[in-house]
């Protein structure tokens, strides 16, 4: 009786046990591709309840319907395309996962209770990676600036100079803007918090709000007007927690109630009550050439509680730049500062202050920030307030 010829299949065992292996890896490939590439997909994407609000959102926006025909799906916005990233944005989706199966965003109430932290993740990540995802479909390269919308034409331009990404001024394009009054109210905490800190020798400060003045250093008696954010003051002298600084501006010929930041520009400095305008001193005149109004450059001397001034002007701006970014781009891009002049920026904020989450004082604020880096200030202030864009 002939035995099995064992030797030859010893021989070629390594070839089939490589085949097996090819074939295993191929499959176990297939399958992790064909998974990873379903559970990118839009329709699963949306196919939770919890997503329905956010779905409706996209579908209202122009990345899911416009004249092109051109649709940006979920995953296109959200899902980089380099695989390490690919990898990485896959595994930590699993937290999202578990939120589903914990319902924390199962009701509108939730979601809208946890809108900002979600948000500020997808805007960080793609600050990070200078907005990767955006880029693979725009790309500055690629664009007929001319043959674009006047805002963008003007904005554009202005965006590759200074290097900005998408995410810059494009944060409401697929979403609706969640509620930034947590944003901002933190934004102004860490403001009070840097101004507690100024330097106790500092001669130069800066009142961060709404700041009440009295004429002498009593501060039970009724004040004597206010001074409005972002506005200068020299320091005289210090006495326990009071001082006694000097603060500079222009006053138009027959309006002594105010103090503003500059001759012809409305940029309101100080309000002063009817005390404090007997006491102003008339340092100039100036007679604008264009207007042929005058104005008078003057000078106060008022005592300030020392905890509402900051030793760092550009903190403030820095504050008031997060505000605009934040609030001012569910519906365009977000405007140079230099777009308008010092006056007209009035009445830009104005008309779009409904439209925002911000209160009275923070858009005194934000006012300040656009007026002082209007078109019509000098150059060297416009380029701080870009570089902090």
């Not at 965003?105 to 960080?124: F, R």
């Not at 001319?146 to 394009?173: F, S």
Request: charged residues 20%; proline residues 4%; contains cysteine.
């Amino acid at each position: 009786m002939n035995k099995p010829n064992r030797t030859g299949w010893r021989r070629y065992a390594w070839l089939w046990l490589l085949l097996a292996g090819v074939v295993s890896g191929a499959a176990l490939l297939t399958g992790t591709a064909t998974v990873m590439h379903k559970t990118s997909d839009t329709e699963f994407c949306v196919s939770c309840h919890s997503m329905q609000q956010p779905l409706a959102e996209y579908q209202g926006s122009i990345h899911y319907q416009n004249p092109k025909g051109i649709r940006a799906e979920c995953a296109d916005c959200h899902v980089p395309h380099q695989p390490v990233d690919y990898l990485t944005t896959k595994i930590m989706a699993l937290k999202d996962v578990w939120g589903e199966m914990t319902g924390k965003i199962d009701t509108p109430e939730k979601y809208d209770a946890h809108k900002l932290a979600m948000a500020q993740s997808v805007w960080d990540t793609l600050k990070k990676n200078d907005s990767a995802t955006c880029r693979s479909c725009h790309s500055y390269e690629a664009m007929d600036v001319l043959a674009q919308r006047p805002e963008a034409r003007h904005e554009h331009p202005v965006a590759i100079k200074n290097g900005e990404t998408c995410i810059d001024c494009h944060k409401g394009v697929a979403h609706i803007l969640p509620d930034m009054s947590q944003l901002s109210a933190a934004g102004a905490s860490q403001l009070s918090a840097a101004a507690a800190k100024s330097s106790g020798s500092a001669s130069q400060l800066w009142s961060i709000a709404t700041q009440p003045f009295w004429l002498n250093a009593d501060r039970k008696q009724p004040n004597a007007g206010n001074l409005m954010p972002g506005t200068e003051v020299s320091v005289v002298k210090r006495e326990n927690d009071m001082i006694l600084a000097q603060v500079n501006g222009w006053q138009q010929e027959g309006v002594s109630e105010v103090f503003y930041a500059a001759a012809g520009r409305r940029i309101l400095s100080v309000l002063l009550g009817e005390e404090a305008r007997g006491q102003v001193k008339r340092v100039n005149d100036y007679t604008d050439p264009e207007t042929h109004l005058v104005w008078h450059q003057t000078a106060l001397q008022v005592w300030l509680p020392a905890g509402q001034l900051i030793d760092n002007q550009q903190k403030i701006w820095d504050y008031a730049a997060s505000m605009m970014s934040a609030n001012c781009t569910g519906c365009h891009g977000l405007t140079s500062l230099d777009r308008f002049n010092a006056n007209q920026w009035i009445g830009v904020i104005k008309g779009m202050a409904s439209r925002t989450s911000l209160d009275q004082e923070q858009l005194r604020v934000l006012t300040r920030y656009v007026q002082q880096h209007a078109s019509d200030m000098p150059a060297e202030v416009q380029t701080i307030s870009k570089e902090t864009n």
